[in-house]
C-alpha cells in the first residue's frame, strides 16, 4: 500500500486588532495553535495535512470567528464549524 502524501495547508484570519489568534479543529484535536501576526495585520500559521476532510474554527481574543466566505457545517453546540477539504 503507498503512503499517502500530506499537503501544506494555511491558515489565515485577518484581525489586525487582535492580541492572539488560535485556530483549532479536527485535524488537531481541537487544541489551540497559535497563529503569527504579520504587519499588514493577517494572522498566519501552516500545517501538513492528509487528505480528508476536517472541521475547524479560529479563537481570536478568546472569542470563536468563522470566515465569512468557508463553507460550514453545524456543530453540536448549536452554531457552525468551517470545513476544510483537503
Do not use: H, I
Not at 16 to 32: C, H, I, M, T
Not at 57 to 83: H, I
Amino acid at each position: 500500500m503507498a503512503k499517502q502524501s500530506k499537503k501544506r495547508v494555511y491558515f489565515r484570519f485577518q484581525a489586525p486588532g487582535a492580541k492572539e489568534v488560535n485556530v483549532l479543529g479536527s485535524f488537531n484535536d481541537w487544541e489551540e495553535r497559535p497563529l503569527k501576526k504579520q504587519k499588514d495585520g493577517e494572522w498566519s500559521t501552516w500545517t501538513n495535512l492528509q487528505s480528508g476532510c476536517y472541521e475547524y474554527r479560529f479563537l481570536v481574543d478568546g472569542q470563536w470567528k468563522d470566515v465569512p466566505d468557508a463553507e460550514k457545517v453545524s456543530n453540536p453546540y448549536g452554531t457552525e464549524n468551517n470545513l476544510l477539504t483537503v
